[in-house]
């Protein structure tokens, strides 16, 4: 498996985001964890696509678009331009699914597909030949500095297998509550890519923190 960390700059500080993205361009991140909220599919708002696009004009690293919005659909090119590489959307608000991430491959991204903490992966049977990445939230969405949800766990080594048997190099990622202390399980349950937002930013040496959380 590989062990990929993609910090979460909700969790930066938007009065000094270019610091915060070199600081990220210099660390070991593999990708950018972007957040995108609408206040109605999940109840808070984050930021738009021109804060998107100035991160980006700095960012060295990918950057990886969590879209926690109702409908995706009319913003896919606004997520393209605005640096995505790849592009997450939620099983819960899309009622065709496979037309969204369709579109997402045809604009040049990586599709991804989000399940919240009470979707069953057994829902993702039919889409999983479709999708690069399935990303599975260990907090409900909306906000950091949540409580990691321990069943997370099990969801992904679940959500593994589903993927060793159609012998596809699908991507796992992990979003929420993610610290030192379950990085390493995650990584040995069979995730790939973990999100950190608070974890990193909020601790002493950002950085430093990364790399511990690569090497869990």
């Known amino acids: 498996m590989k062990r990929l960390i993609a910090p979460s700059v909700l969790s930066a500080d938007f009065a000094n985001i270019q610091r915060d993205i070199e600081m990220l361009n210099n660390s070991d991140a593999d990708y950018v964890h972007i ?49 995505a590489e790849i592009i997450s959307v939620h099983y819960e608000a899309h009622n065709h699914l496979h ?59 679940k959500l593994r297998g589903m993927i060793d048997t159609i012998d596809s190099d699908i991507l796992i990622e992990v979003d929420g509550g993610v610290t030192d202390q379950n990085a390493g399980e995650l990584f040995e349950a069979g995730a790939d890519m973990l999100v950190a937002g608070s974890f990193v930013f909020k601790s002493d040496d950002p950085a430093q923190t990364i790399s511990n959380l690569k090497s869990a």
């Open 35 to 83: 957040d995108i909220m609408d206040g109605v599919f999940v109840p808070n708002i984050s930021y738009g696509f021109p804060v998107c696009a100035a991160m980006h004009k700095h960012s060295k690293k990918p950057m990886d678009f969590h879209l926690m919005i109702q409908n995706a659909d009319p913003y896919l090119e606004d997520c393209i331009k605005s640096g």
């Open 99 to 157: 037309r969204t991430v369709t579109r997402i491959r045809e604009l040049g991204a990586k599709a991804g597909v989000v399940l919240n903490p009470h979707t069953p992966v057994d829902v993702l049977e039919e889409i999983l030949p479709y999708v690069d990445l399935v990303l599975l939230m260990s907090v409900n969405p909306g906000f950091g500095g949540q409580k990691f949800i321990e069943t997370t766990f099990s969801k992904v080594r």
